[in-house]
T-cell receptor, first 108, second 114 residues
Framework: SQKIEQNSEALNIQEGKTATLTCNYT??????LQWYRQDPGRGPVFLLL?????KEKRKERLKVTFDTTLKQSLFHITASQPADSATYLC???????FGTGTKLQVIP | NAGVTQTPKFQVLKTGQSMTLQCAQD?????MSWYRQDPGMGLRLIHY???????DQGEVPNGYNVSRSTTEDFPLRLLSAAPSQTSVYFC?????????????FGDGTRLSIL
């Protein structure tokens, strides 16, 4: 079955470093991937969308890549801050299947 | 701008009871959907609608009913609540079905079935 996987449940990094989160997909070829941020007790909030023909997309300190050969998207937060601590969700194509999320904690 | 509004925010039910989770959006979005979020399972699609009068099943539809009589509202009904339906429920809307359109989520309904 079509699947989106975020293998890291949690990631801890030091403030100022770059956080890199991974999203892998299997058994389908999404035309798009989306990334969302979710804070405790809140609904997910859309951050970025990347199309399969876009290798990279940036928004302020955020960068997303899409590698159709590896069937993978990477989500980077540069110069990370404690306020970036949240769970980040990767969402795929067709009714937007989601991964289980990676909980990022940025340590001051 | 209210966006997507879900009510209630919290609810406790007994097994066998029925209830309706409300969802309303004020963005004139055609596409609306319901998800449940469980630890270790992520967001799973329950039902979705591509417009008023049109609904379809998602990944985990059993035990839930939906209807879409207006563009704004998309209620989710639990017919006979079971403990396995204890979860956080999110409603979302967007301008399109496919994932080229961002989804706007409500803040969820936290439901416990005893």
């Amino acid at each position: 079955s079509q699947k989106i996987e975020q293998n890291s449940e949690a990631l801890n990094i030091q403030e100022g470093k770059t956080a890199t989160l991974t999203c892998n997909y299997t058994n389908y070829s999404p035309a798009y991937l989306q990334w969302y941020r979710q804070d405790p007790g809140r609904g997910p909030v859309f951050l970025l969308l990347i199309r399969e023909n876009e290798k990279e997309k940036r928004k302020e300190r955020l960068k997303v890549t899409f590698d159709t050969t590896l069937k993978q998207s990477l989500f980077h937060i540069t110069a990370s801050q404690p306020a970036d601590s949240a769970t980040y969700l990767c969402g795929g194509y067709q009714k937007v299947t989601f991964g289980t999320g990676t909980k990022l904690q940025v340590i001051p | 701008n209210a966006g997507v509004t879900q009510t209630p925010k919290f609810q406790v039910l007994k097994t066998g009871q029925s209830m309706t989770l409300q969802c309303a959006q004020d963005m004139n979005h055609e596409y609306m959907s319901w998800y449940r979020q469980d630890p270790g399972m992520g967001l799973r699609l329950i039902h979705y609608s591509v417009g008023a009068g049109i609904t379809d099943q998602g990944e985990v539809p059993n035990g839930y009913n939906v209807s879409r009589s207006t563009t704004e509202d998309f209620p989710l009904r639990l017919l006979s609540a079971a403990p396995s339906q204890t979860s956080v429920y999110f409603c979302a809307s967007s301008t399109g079905l496919n994932s080229n359109q961002p989804q706007h989520f409500g803040d969820g309904t936290r439901l416990s079935i005893l």
